[in-house]
């Protein structure tokens, strides 16, 4: 037989020798107490990012040793974190590196923001795997039998136990309704804030609205609702006509929409250079000036969303979202929701046509009463456990101490 890939050979042997060695450390290797291994998407984000952050800042460095399983460890090697090493995670063929999964099998408590599956498996019973994961929403997904994955997922408020429990196919004690370290910075300060908002804004009294949609095409074809098919990238919108129509009125009522554009979703196609008052941003605008998002979420004027998790995170701000819906009874028929009414579940205005679009636009320039407050705040019970000392919560959880 010959092989068309002179790879085949090489990839075959690696991963018997991938098995291999987690049949051995697993039935050799005992976690080390003192090794905490963390894992997100992107690379060093989000939800590990702000709890190892955390733990760096009240001197958890101290007794713990910190490995971070990354895609590119050089981007972060001079970062000045004490006791903390970046780790190649993949090699060429997308397995798991040598040097990874021994980490992996060592650690005492791995944490990470994207657990779907665990080809490592915890060692003994002394190895604790918490799933952060990266949020919780309206749109349901494929389910799959995730229970081994990990023992402990965080969803923020009680009503997400019985979808998260459908969702990942576990059971309901191990989903814990902490809420999510990145919550924690709603609160924080950072020096270089103001300068950061202040190149979006063409005055001080400008207006920011950042829109969020949920991707709808990835270009991988991997999820139902790629099958929708849609006018134009954004929703509500539907021709380069319309954006320019809203871009228009957000200019004469001195406001800026800040799109920011999902990981998953493909490029929007949209040419900025005829945009004044639209401005396309991505992870990378943020990580460029060392800005996390959720630092930057509380100095928006209001947010736009859809069925994406950033709704129920942005109740914690407690400022108006407009819920962008015109694609909803096709949604519903393709990806689903996790809720019977999710409709129940979106304090603010509702928005199925460009000119109810522009009217949220008009209210939130205008500084027009927020009509929906007590509807948030009455959500909000449900969906939002806690409102502050996330982190903490979870230190104290796993009795995590210095």
Not at 76 to 88: E, G, H, I, S
Not at 165 to 184: A, E, M, Q, T, V
Not at 255 to 283: A, E, M, P, T, W
Request: aromatic share 14%; proline share 5%; charged share 25%.
């Amino acid at each position: 037989m010959e092989y068309k890939k002179p790879g085949l050979i090489r990839k075959i042997t690696h991963k018997l020798s991938e098995k291999s060695c987690i049949a051995f450390g697993n039935a050799w290797t005992k976690p080390d107490p003192k090794l905490i291994v963390f894992s997100s998407e992107p690379d060093f984000s989000d939800n590990s990012r702000v709890l190892f952050e955390y733990m760096q800042e009240n001197g958890f460095a101290e007794k713990y040793k910190f490995v971070w399983i990354v895609n590119e460890p050089e981007k972060f090697a001079a970062l000045p974190y004490q006791n903390t090493v970046f780790v190649q995670k993949n090699d060429e063929y997308r397995y798991l590196r040598k040097e990874a999964l021994q980490y992996l099998m060592q650690a005492h408590y791995y944490i990470g923001t994207h657990i779907r599956q665990n080809r490592i498996r915890k060692a003994n019973s002394g190895q604790t795997i918490i799933n952060l994961w990266h949020g919780c929403g309206f749109k349901d997904t494929q389910h799959m039998p995730w229970n081994d994955a990990f023992d402990y997922v965080l969803v923020p408020g009680d009503v997400f136990i019985e979808t998260k429990s459908r969702f990942f196919g576990c059971s309901k004690d191990k989903i814990l309704p902490i809420g999510y370290p990145r919550y924690d910075l709603f609160r924080k300060e950072n020096a270089t804030m103001a300068d950061f908002v202040a190149q979006f804004k063409h005055n001080p009294d400008t207006k920011l609205v950042i829109w969020m949609p949920t991707f709808r095409k990835t270009g991988k074809n991997k999820y139902p609702e790629e099958n929708i098919a849609y006018q134009f990238p954004l929703p509500v919108l539907q021709s380069t006509d319309e954006l320019l129509r809203l871009d228009n009125l957000c200019r004469k009522k001195n406001l800026v929409i800040l799109v920011k554009k999902h990981q998953y979703q493909q490029d929007f196609g949209i040419d900025q250079r005829s945009l004044s008052n639209i401005v396309l941003i991505d992870n990378q605008t943020f990580e460029d000036h060392h800005i996390q998002m959720y630092e930057f979420l509380p100095h928006t004027d209001a947010l736009i969303s859809d069925y994406s998790s950033a709704a129920i995170d942005y109740l914690l701000i407690d400022k108006p979202i407009g819920f962008t819906l015109d694609d909803y009874e096709r949604y519903k028929e393709t990806r689903g929701f996790v809720f019977e009414n999710p409709l129940d579940y979106m304090p603010g205005a509702h928005i199925y046509t460009f000119d109810e679009l522009a009217a949220f636009i008009v209210d939130i320039a205008d500084g027009n009463e927020d009509t929906y407050k007590s509807q948030r705040a009455e959500v909000r019970k449900h969906t939002n456990k806690y409102s502050s000392d996330f982190c903490k919560r979870i230190i104290e959880r796993f009795e995590l101490s210095t």
